[in-house]
């Protein structure tokens, strides 16, 4: 082919796709951005950001009849309400399918921007003790890359981005590029100052976070002002999203074209590349396919899959680029919901200030030279934080009624904290999604199918991480400590990863080092997919930093004919 639509076409407009888009038109080429979701603009489109709970229209409660019928699993997270439901994806209209024994829940947006809009923006690099980590102990195949080769692409995103945060020179979690971090309130420094007592090898910090504590240089992003809950929108810009950071700064080159309501049906292929991207019009119907030089799959790990493995040919008849026969296998997760809570008397004279969009961190402990002396295969990490319960928690747990029973919830309650673990997740060939033989969503697509099971080690992991965190907050002075465990699903952490993995052997991974598929040279995959393990921190700034490392690779070999 000599004549393309387009440079390149990215497929997503969230984490993943918005690097790519950004990266791509910094550098030259004409982009084509494809989002499956409704367009949404910057600020704008915020439309819940500060609505008063009383001004709902069931002043905050939900409506349960309408959540069971159209969002059964989109409801389940933290940030759905109705200040944000014109975000997420419509269940009922987009369905999927999923074992009840083994439930996975499947957890998506539904406008430009994507997840972007609704992540927690926790960040935090990886080290080599999670690149090495499937060589040293033998579960997966081993990563294509060290922590060298991707370090500065994590600076390169952490400047752009801003991430705040505190240097703790810790190996298992490098330092980066950082902003002031926040401060830790009067509970949790003093539960820090404890917990180093006790456990001298255990670390409490503030969390490091895409938001912006101080400007940056290159931004007209504003800084964190703590009005609130962040997953509404931030008009200001403090916290990063696609929407509000580099979808901008690839429509400011003038190389960007971005088309919202446009789902990719699949690729086409021939002769060693993708020939073309055929879109369906969520509105009209209608059908299109577009070319390009080369293609990025930033739909998220369960959406470029799906993609993938409906672009079935006679030279790929299990999914395309799945030469191995990886595509759609080692699906992970992170362990979610589970840890420990306490009650801390004495500290009744201080009251928290504004609403900080951040908690407290305890980094991995466990397991450091890599083997399983802890019980378990890899580790875990806490996140959480200290508050004074409020007049709703307190309503809830105190008996009475009338004016006498109002009043009393007027004075805060007892200051509690929070530890909830974060675990690693292993890749088992046996955790899987692929496409249902007959079920089909409202465009003609076969519906992604899962099957997924938490495994003996995520199950030991999952216990010492809820006993330790009880340790810990009794060691620091708790009292009436609680341990909780959600026995939450696959996909509830919404850090679904590894069905495209990266890997050094075509025979046994879908990409090189460079997220570039083995099978096909045009074609990129740089979301969740490529994750070759999960480690125990969150992924998405993994995401990037393996985007515009991606870019910078694949536009060198465009100027160099072997693309």
């Not at 550098?27 to 367009?39: D, N």
């Not at 083994?102 to 809009?117: I, K, N, Q, T, Y």
């Not at 004279?349 to 980094?363: E, V």
């Not at 928690?393 to 805060?412: D, H, I, Y």
């Amino acid at each position: 082919m000599d004549n393309y639509d387009f440079d390149a076409i990215v497929v997503g407009s969230g984490i993943s796709g918005g690097w790519a888009a950004k990266e791509l038109c910094e550098k030259g080429l004409k982009t084509l951005v494809l989002e499956r979701g409704r367009p949404l603009e910057h600020g704008a489109g915020y439309t819940g950001e500060h609505q008063p709970t009383w001004e709902t229209e069931v002043r905050g409660l939900p409506l349960r009849d309408l959540y069971n019928d159209e969002y059964e699993i989109q409801s389940t997270s933290y940030a759905f309400n109705e200040t944000t439901r014109h975000f997420w994806n419509n269940d009922s209209n987009n369905p999927y399918d999923w074992d009840p024994q083994h439930p996975w829940h499947w957890v998506r947006a539904d406008v430009v921007g994507g997840r972007s809009l609704l992540w927690a923006r926790q960040v935090y690099r990886w080290s080599d003790l999670d690149f090495a980590a499937n060589k040293l102990d033998g579960h997966g195949c081993d990563w294509p890359i060290r922590y060298a080769d991707i370090a500065p692409w994590y600076s390169h995103v952490e400047k752009f981005i801003g991430v705040s945060g505190q240097k703790l020179g810790l190996a298992q979690l490098p330092d980066g590029e950082f902003l002031k971090p926040m401060e830790l309130n009067v509970l949790e420094r003093h539960v820090a100052a404890r917990i180093a007592e006790e456990f001298p090898e255990r670390v409490m910090t503030i969390g490091r976070v895409a938001i912006l504590t101080e400007p940056l240089p290159h931004s007209d992003r504003g800084t964190c002002h703590y009005c609130g809950p962040c997953h509404r929108g931030c008009s200001v810009g403090a916290y990063f999203s696609s929407l509000s950071s580099t979808l901008p700064a690839a429509t400011a080159t003038g190389n960007m074209t971005l088309r919202a309501n446009a789902v990719v049906e699949g690729l086409d292929y021939e002769a060693g590349r993708i020939t073309g991207v055929r879109v369906i019009d969520t509105e009209t119907r209608e059908r299109q396919t577009y070319t390009s030089k080369v293609v990025f799959l930033c739909a998220s790990t369960v959406g470029s899959t799906q993609i993938l493995l409906n672009s079935a040919s006679d030279a790929f008849p299990n999914g395309l680029a799945n030469t191995s026969g990886a595509l759609g296998r080692y699906l992970m997760d992170h362990t979610y919901a589970v840890g420990a809570m306490g009650v801390f008397p004495g500290f009744e004279k201080y009251y928290p200030m504004g609403a900080r969009p951040n908690g407290a961190y305890i980094p991995r402990y466990q397991n450091l030279e890599g083997g399983d002396e802890a019980g378990f295969y890899r580790g875990y990490g806490f996140q959480g934080g200290a508050a004074r319960m409020n007049w709703q928690t307190m309503a809830r747990l105190t008996p009475g009624f009338g004016a006498e029973f109002k009043n009393s919830l007027r004075t805060p309650g007892p200051w509690t904290m929070r530890l909830g673990g974060f675990g690693e997740c292993l890749p088992y060939e046996d955790n899987y999604l692929d496409l249902h033989p007959t079920k089909k969503d409202r465009f003609g697509i076969p519906q992604a199918r899962f099957r997924f099971t938490w495994h003996d080690n995520e199950i030991r992991l999952r216990d010492a991480s809820k006993a330790d965190a009880a340790r810990m907050l009794r060691a620091a002075g708790a009292v009436s400590v609680t341990e909780y465990d959600a026995q939450a699903p696959g996909g509830a952490a919404i850090h679904e990863m590894g069905t495209a993995r990266m890997g050094r052997d075509p025979a046994d991974s879908v990409l090189n080092a460079f997220n570039q598929a083995h099978d096909v040279a045009n074609l990129f995959v740089t979301d969740g997919s490529a994750m070759t393990s999960s480690a125990c921190v969150n992924p998405s700034i993994t995401y990037m930093a393996l985007t515009a490392r991606a870019v910078d690779y694949a536009t060198t070999q465009m100027s160099e004919g072997a693309i």
